[in-house]
């Protein structure tokens, strides 16, 4: 890599840099053996639908429990795991989990599972959509799958093939992060997905009643006009709360309803809440 690199280009290469590499090469050598060593846990979050109150949706969140560092965050060891091509095998297991976990919920509470764009190039994810489902012995319409639209816009054009497959099978696609991209109305139009994820940093933005972001009051709008659903995520606050229901969202995610827990504290709470 290095002599293919323009000559002198080594003049821009800091120590900082250095460390960096030598921490992500570390990062990938621990990381590959750490699915067969069980380092890999789920948390799961609650989707509370807004008009009734209930959890309708979990969405399940990787955690790499070190055995040194302790709990790794996935925005730390992902993108380590996309480059690598470990994501493969990472994500079919968190397809899995996910789906047997899901087997021992109310069956109006669906579980969401985030999906690399590198999965798409690394093998055919129908499969390994149509074994996790099987094994766990769930329809496909109890799967919502949560891709960003870095997905659409991959080179790899037979991705937006494969995810409409899946779709036509019964399996709900989710617009993650939506704001923070493109955003485009007419990729929205041509691309069907079944719901849209606002992302957090628009909600986090809301601190005091009054308080406005009209980006994502132009997102209400457009997704409006489309006739689709929007889900909320990274609501704290109360404030937050009402701003989300006034403007129009059907669900709403966050720590003000529940942080990712485990999947025994997730069933505590689905039967907590199918009591009250
Ligand atoms: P995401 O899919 O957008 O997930 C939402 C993130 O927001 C999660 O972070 C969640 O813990 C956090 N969050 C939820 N509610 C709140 C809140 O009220 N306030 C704040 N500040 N944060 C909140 P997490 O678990 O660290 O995951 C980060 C990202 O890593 C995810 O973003 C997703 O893109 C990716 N990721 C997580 N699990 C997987 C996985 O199994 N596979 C893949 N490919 N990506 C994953
Ligand atoms: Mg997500
Ligand atoms: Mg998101
Ligand atoms: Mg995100």
Redesign the pocket.
């Known amino acids: 890599v290095a002599k293919s690199k323009a000559r002198g280009s080594y003049r821009l290469f800091h120590p900082d840099m250095q460390r960096a590499d030598e921490a992500g090469r570390r990062l990938r050598a621990e990381l590959s053996g750490a699915l067969t060593r069980g380092e890999f846990a789920?948390?799961f979050?609650p989707i509370v639908q807004l008009a009734s109150q209930r959890i309708v949706g979990v969405?399940?969140?990787?955690?790499w429990h070190h055995p040194e560092r302790g709990l790794i965050?996935?925005?730390e060891f992902?993108p380590v795991a996309e480059e690598s091509g470990q994501?493969a095998s990472?994500?079919a297991w968190?397809l899995g989990t996910a789906c047997k976990a899901a087997r021992h919920w109310p069956e109006d509470v669906k579980i969401s599972?985030?999906?690399?764009p590198r999965?798409f190039e690394l093998g055919d994810i129908r499969l390994v959509v149509g074994d996790a489902l099987a094994a766990a012995g769930l329809p496909a319409s109890r799967l919502k799958l949560?891709v960003?639209e870095s997905v659409l816009l991959s080179q790899n054009a037979s991705s937006i093939h494969v995810l409409q497959d899946l779709r036509e099978q019964g399996v709900i696609l989710v617009l993650?992060?939506f704001g923070t991209g493109y955003s485009s109305l007419s990729y929205l139009d041509t691309f069907k997905v079944d719901i849209v994820?606002v992302?957090?940093s628009f909600i986090?933005r809301i601190r005091a009643p009054g308080d406005r972001q009209p980006i994502f009051e132009a997102i209400m709008g457009m997704t409006a006009a489309l006739n689709l659903p929007v889900t909320a995520?990274?609501?704290?606050t109360r404030v937050q709360l009402d701003y989300v229901t006034r403007l129009g969202c059907e669900w709403a995610?966050?720590?003000?309803f529940a942080?990712?827990v485990s999947e025994y504290e997730l069933r505590r709470r689905l039967q907590g809440f199918s009591r009250a």
């Open positions: 789920l948390a979050q969405e399940a969140l990787l955690r965050l996935p925005a992902i994501i990472l994500g968190v599972v985030n999906v690399s999965q949560e960003t993650d992060d994820k992302d957090k986090s995520e990274g609501v704290e995610q966050g720590y003000y942080r990712p």
